[in-house]
C-alpha cells in the first residue's frame, strides 16, 4: 500500500517573548491554534485529532498537561496524543501527526507544540542531579560545551566562526515578527565581546528562555485541494534516537543524525544535498552548532562546515541559507523549538515567509534534536506533490 | 486500512509495592529481553520503537531517555516516546506499521510509583491554576465519581466489594499480580471508597511486540490481529462531565469496531472498583463477557503501564487460544478523563 500525501495548509505561531504573564497556558496554545486555523481557514470542527508535545512537564509543573489543555484546545470527542522526545519533540510532534494523515486514520490533523518557560528555571530544569549527571555540570551548555570544543579541535575551525552565527541569526531574527529577540543595535564585536559563559560559548551564542507555541494543520491529498493558500508537502521525515552516553558515541557528530538525514533524503530522493536543497531550519541552541550540524547533515564533508559559515553560504542571501528566521538562537520555547524548524521550512516552501523569505525556496529541510544529542527528528518539505 | 497488524508477543514484570533496589532501567530490562526472545527478534531487527512513561513518577526530567540505554538503541533506532500510558504508546507504533514504514514494532512502558506518593503526584496533573493547588487526591476524585454512581443508583458498596473480590481472585491465577486472592475490604479511604475499591500502588513494567501481515504469522503461531484502535478525550473539568458516564469510551470503541460483533473478553483498565462499573456500561458488556481475567488494575496498577498490559493481557489470551475477539482498554486523567479502546482477534479455529 501507499501513503497518502502529506500537506502542511495552515500554520501559527504566538510572538515569542521570555514571559507571557497574560495568558495561562491554555490561553497561549489556543492563540498558535487559532492563527494555524486561521491561515486553513478551518475551524475547530474541522480537526480530527490533536497530537501535542512538549518537554519536559517540569518546566510548567503540569504532569501531562494535554489532559487539562483538552478543552482549549477544542479536542474534546476527539483523539490526542501527547510526544515528549526532549529537546526533538517539536518536530517529533508534527512526525506523529504527519504519520496519522500519512496511514490515513485521520483526514485533518492539528499539531501543536509549546513552552511558558517563565513559569521555570530552565538553566536548573535540565541540570540532572547527580549521580544521573556529573557535578558542576550546569544546564544544557554545560553539557554542550566539551562537544563544540571537540570539533573546534578536530576541524581546526578557528574560534571565530561560533560568533559569525550569532551575529547571522540575530540579524535575521529582525526580520521575523514572531522571534524573541529583536536586537537592533546587534555588531559582530558585541557578540564578541560578551561574558564567556560555558568556554567557548559566550553569552551572545546561547539561545534565549521564551514562552512560545506553534502549531500546524496537515492534510491529506483532498485537505489540500481545498487549502486557500498552497501547501508545503512533505517529502521526506524520520527519527532516530541512540543511548545518551556509550564508549562508541561521536559527540560531535552522531550517528543518529547521519542515519536520520540518510533516511529522509532517500524518502524525498535526495542525493546531494548541498546542490538539492534550497534552505535549512536548523536547531540551532549554541551558535557553533551550525558548522556542526552542516557536516552531521550532509551539506559539507567532516572539518568543513566551518567554511561555508565562514564563507557566508548560510547567510539569508548565501548560497545555502540557513535559520532564515533567526533560529533557536533568537528563539526557543524548547518544546515548540523544533516544531517552529519545520513549520519556518513549510512557510518558506509556501513563499509565505515574510521578510525573511529565501527566493524559490522549493525544497526546506526541518532539523530538531534533544537529549544528550541523541533524538533527531527532520523533515524535508516541498513547493510540489511528491511524486508517487 | 489494508494492512493487518497483530500483537505477537507480551511481557511484563512481577508487579511490587516497592522496587527501589532496581532502577528504572535494571526493571525494565528483563522484560525487553523476554518479549524480544519470545518472538527472536534483536533489537536491530525491529522496525520501530516506541515507549510510555512519565517524569513525574520518577522526579526527573527526561527519564525516559535513560531507560532508551535499556533497548541498546546502537546502531541508531527509529524510535518514539509518548508522556502517555504505554497504551498510546502502542496506538503511535500501529499507525507507523499502517504506513508501512515498518513490519514490526517494540512497544515499552514502565512507572514507578515507589519513590513518592502517587495520590499526591497525580494531583499534579489537574488544572494548574484553579484545581491543582487544592491537591485533591486521585482516590478523593474517584471516591466523587463512586458517590456520582451510587446515587444515581447504578451502584452500591455491596456491588463494588463483589468486583473488587471478583478481580483479586481471578488474580490469583496470574503470578505478576501485586494483589490476590482473598484481600480484605477494609477501611474507608475517602468515602464511599474502600482500601479494597482502590488499586494498590506499585512498580512495574510492559512491552509487547507488534508486527504486520505475514510477519506476524511467522513470530507468532496465533497472532492477536487489531481489528480496530481509538481513543477519544473528554473535557479535564469533573464540573462539565457526567461522572456516571464515559462517552469517550462508547465513542472510542465504536470507532474501534467493538460492537460490530460480540467480544468474548474485556480488559478492562479500571483502577477503581467503580470504574468498573462505568465503564460495563459505556460498553455494553453483559455477563457472558469475562471481564478482566488478570485482576486487572484491582490486583496491579503500575501506572503508565497499566493500559498497555491490558492489551498485553487481552492478546495473550488470544495466543493461548482462549480468547477469539477481545477487547482492551485504556484510561487516563481524572475519572476515565481519556480513554483508548482496542478490538483483538484470532484467527478463526
Redesign the interface.
Given at each position: 500500500m501507499s501513503k497518502e500525501p502529506v500537506a502542511v495548509v495552515g500554520i501559527g505561531q504566538t510572538k515569542h517573548v521570555a514571559a507571557r504573564r497574560d495568558v495561562s497556558i491554555a490561553g497561549l496554545v489556543r492563540e498558535a491554534a487559532r492563527r494555524a486555523l486561521d491561515d486553513a481557514e478551518l475551524t475547530w470542527a474541522d480537526v480530527d485529532a490533536v497530537v501535542i508535545g512538549k518537554a519536559p512537564d517540569f518546566f510548567e509543573g503540569v504532569m501531562m498537561p494535554e489532559l487539562y489543555l483538552a478543552d482549549a484546545l477544542g479536542a474534546v470527542g476527539k483523539p490526542m496524543l501527547r510526544v515528549h522526545t526532549a529537546g526533538s519533540v517539536g518536530g517529533s510532534t508534527a512526525l506523529v501527526a504527519a504519520g496519522l494523515v500519512a496511514a490515513r486514520v485521520h483526514g485533518t490533523v492539528l499539531t501543536l507544540a509549546f513552552e511558558k518557560q517563565s513559569e521555570s528555571n530552565a538553566m536548573w530544569g535540565l541540570s540532572l542531579p547527580i549521580p544521573f549527571q556529573q557535578p558542576l555540570l550546569a544546564g544544557a551548555g554545560g553539557f554542550f560545551a566539551p562537544h563544540v570544543r571537540a570539533y573546534m579541535r578536530r576541524s581546526g575551525a578557528p574560534d571565530t566562526v561560533g560568533s559569525l552565527v550569532a551575529y547571522k541569526d540575530r540579524r535575521n531574527a529582525l526580520k521575523n515578527p514572531y522571534a524573541h529577540l529583536h536586537e537592533h543595535d546587534i555588531t559582530l564585536e558585541k557578540v564578541q565581546a560578551s561574558p564567556m559563559l560555558w568556554d567557548p560559548i559566550r553569552y551572545s551564542e546561547t539561545c534565549p528562555s521564551s514562552d512560545g507555541a506553534c502549531a500546524m494543520v496537515l492534510t491529506d491529498r483532498a485537505g489540500a485541494a481545498r487549502s486557500p493558500r498552497p501547501p508545503a508537502w512533505m517529502h521526506g521525515g524520520a527519527m532516530r534516537s541512540e543511548p545518551t552516553l556509550f564508549a562508541g558515541k561521536d559527540a560531535v557528530s552522531p550517528r543518529a543524525g547521519k542515519d536520520c538525514a540518510a533516511d529522509v533524503y532517500r524518502q524525498a530522493g535526495i542525493v546531494d544535498p548541498r546542490r538539492e536543497i534550497d534552505a535549512v531550519e536548523m536547531y540551532v541552541p549554541f551558535s557553533w552548532y551550525e558548522p556542526m550540524w552542516l557536516e552531521n547533515l550532509g551539506f559539507a564533508d567532516e572539518g568543513e562546515g566551518w567554511k561555508l559559515t565562514e564563507s557566508g553560504v548560510t547567510e539569508l542571501d548565501g548560497d545555502l541559507p540557513v535559520d532564515m528566521s533567526g533560529g533557536v538562537l533568537s528563539t526557543n520555547p524548547i518544546g515548540a523549538s523544533g516544531m517552529i524548524r519545520f513549520a519556518e521550512a513549510a512557510l518558506q516552501v509556501r513563499g509565505q515567509a515574510g521578510e525573511h523569505q529565501v527566493e524559490r525556496a522549493r525544497r526546506v529541510l526541518g532539523h530538531a534534536y534533544g537529549g544528550g544529542s541523541q533524538f533527531f527528528s527532520m523533515w524535508l518539505v516541498g513547493s510540489e506533490p511528491p511524486d508517487s | 486500512?489494508?494492512?493487518e497488524i497483530a500483537v505477537v508477543a507480551f511481557a511484563q514484570t512481577d508487579h511490587r509495592r516497592t522496587s527501589e533496589e532496581f532502577s528504572e532501567v535494571e526493571m525494565l530490562m528483563p522484560v525487553l529481553h523476554e518479549v524480544l526472545d519470545r518472538t527472536g527478534l534483536k533489537t536491530a531487527d525491529i522496525g520501530f520503537?516506541c515507549s510510555g512513561s512519565?517524569?513525574?513518577l520518577a522526579g526527573?526530567?527526561?527519564s525516559?531517555?535513560?531507560a532508551?540505554?535499556g533497548v541498546?538503541?546502537?546502531?541508531?533506532?527509529?524510535?518514539?516516546?509518548?508522556?502517555?500510558d504505554g497504551a498510546?504508546a502502542l496506538?503511535?507504533a500501529w499507525?507507523?506499521l499502517?504506513?508501512?514504514?515498518a513490519d514490526t514494532a517494540l512497544v515499552y512502558s514502565y512507572g514507578k510509583s515507589s519513590p513518592g506518593s502517587v495520590r499526591d503526584?497525580?494531583t499534579?496533573?489537574?488544572?494548574?491554576?484553579y484545581v491543582?493547588p487544592l491537591w485533591p487526591d486521585s482516590v478523593a476524585l474517584a471516591a466523587l465519581q463512586a458517590q456520582a454512581l451510587i446515587d444515581a443508583g447504578d451502584t452500591d458498596e455491596p456491588a463494588l466489594a463483589a468486583v473488587a473480590t471478583r478481580s483479586r481472585a481471578a488474580a490469583s491465577a496470574n503470578s505478576h499480580a501485586q494483589l490476590r486472592d482473598s484481600v480484605p475490604h477494609g477501611d474507608y479511604v475517602v468515602r464511599p471508597l474502600r482500601t479494597g475499591d482502590c488499586p494498590p500502588v506499585g512498580d512495574g513494567a510492559a512491552a509487547v511486540v507488534l508486527a504486520a501481515g505475514e510477519r506476524a504469522r511467522d513470530l507468532c503461531a496465533r497472532p492477536a490481529w487489531i481489528r480496530g484502535v481509538?481513543?477519544?478525550?473528554?473535557?479535564?473539568?469533573l464540573g462539565v462531565r457526567d461522572l456516571t458516564d464515559s462517552?469517550?469510551t462508547r465513542?472510542a470503541a465504536e470507532k474501534a469496531g467493538a460492537f460490530e460483533r460480540p467480544v468474548d473478553t474485556a480488559e478492562l483498565h479500571a483502577p477503581f472498583s467503580a470504574q468498573e462499573v462505568v465503564l460495563r456500561k459505556a460498553l455494553g458488556l453483559d455477563d457472558s463477557v469475562r471481564v478482566n481475567p488478570s485482576g486487572g488494575a484491582l490486583a496491579a496498577n503500575p501506572v503508565m503501564a497499566a493500559g498497555l498490559i491490558r492489551i498485553g493481557e487481552a492478546a495473550a489470551r488470544i495466543h493461548r487460544g482462549e480468547s477469539d475477539r477481545a477487547l482492551a482498554h485504556a484510561t487516563?486523567?481524572?475519572c476515565l478523563?481519556?480513554n483508548l479502546v482496542a478490538v483483538l482477534e484470532g484467527d478463526p479455529r
Open positions: - | 486500512m489494508t494492512r520503537t512519565s517524569d513525574y526527573r526530567a527526561f525516559f531517555t535513560l532508551l540505554d541498546g538503541a546502537w546502531p541508531p533506532i527509529s524510535e518514539s516516546h509518548v508522556e502517555m498510546w496506538y503511535e499507525t507507523k499502517l504506513t508501512g514504514d503526584v497525580l499534579r496533573q489537574l488544572d494548574p491554576y491543582a481509538d481513543h477519544r478525550i473528554e473535557a479535564h473539568g462517552p469517550s465513542l487516563s486523567g481524572p478523563q481519556q
